[in-house]
């Protein structure tokens, strides 16, 4: 299951829409959080909406907090994000095995008590990616050290996890005319989440939408190069004979 938090104190102003790019990430099986963080102003209209609106095309939740606030907010929405994808998949599968007016809602209930208790234990089990994606434009600089916290705590909330968990930061607009730049690959560890934008040069920019889309595009392109470390071939058919058997490797076919 794969997730991305993005985290923004305002609008973009840059390149393709954000709700644009959050609906192709859903359609790709990632779902997209948004988290508007505030500090002794209000976010505005604008702001409001389109954090509303990326967040409903990308399938998952949004928030406008304050600073103190967004430990607990990251944390609750990767929880309720991986509940709500797994119920939505198991409703599907409930339809088609009670027909078209069967669902979760339509069960006995204690058959419906057993299904909710399957859900909460494949909510602690099922493998889970989170991308964090924090908007580093000038006026997010005082909110960067709730920030931090927020990653380390929600690293510690991983690993409590049964499942295997993994966790990635990036941040936007990036250095050399990128729209985002890897602050932390995939990891499980703790120590990785610590300083992360301790020398980050704040900019103006805030090109939410593009950062979405090479966010997403990290997010599959490490998933396939994963999937194709864990492939096995089909057949194997080592030649014994070969030279290179004597070497003490030997060829596989892959047919």
């Not at 390149?15 to 644009?20: A, L, N």
């Not at 990767?78 to 007016?101: D, H, P, Y």
Request: aromatic fraction near 2%.
């Amino acid at each position: 299951m794969k997730q991305i938090i993005l985290i923004t104190d305002g609008c973009s102003n840059v390149g393709v829409s954000p709700v644009v790019a959050a609906a192709h990430a859903l359609e790709e099986g990632v779902v997209v959080n948004v988290i508007g963080v505030i500090d002794e102003g209000e976010i505005g209209e604008r702001g409001a909406t389109e954090i509303a609106d990326t967040a409903r095309a990308g399938g998952g939740l949004s928030r406008i907090v304050e600073p103190k606030q967004l430990t607990h907010t990251v944390q609750m929405m990767t929880r309720k994000t991986v509940a709500s994808t797994i119920q939505q998949v198991v409703n599907k599968e409930l339809k088609q095995i009670l027909g078209s007016g069967g669902g979760l809602d339509e069960l006995h209930p204690d058959k419906r008590a057993q299904v909710v208790r399957a859900i909460d234990e494949l909510g602690e089990t099922t493998p889970l990616r989170v991308a964090l994606l924090i908007d580093a434009s000038a006026s997010m600089k005082p909110k960067l050290a709730a920030v931090e916290d927020a990653i380390r705590d929600l690293m510690l909330s991983l690993q409590a996890r049964k499942g295997a968990s993994e966790m990635a930061v990036l941040h936007f607009p990036g250095s050399g005319g990128e729209d985002t730049q890897l602050d932390m690959p995939w990891t499980s560890e703790l120590t990785k989440a610590r300083k992360l934008f301790a020398k980050l040069a704040m900019k103006g920019t805030t090109p939410t939408g593009p950062a979405l889309i090479q966010a997403l595009r990290y997010v599959l392109e490490t998933d396939r190069s994963a999937a194709e470390e864990r492939e096995e071939p089909r057949y194997r058919q080592p030649d014994v004979n070969h030279q290179d058997a004597e070497d003490g490797e030997l060829r596989d076919y892959i047919v």
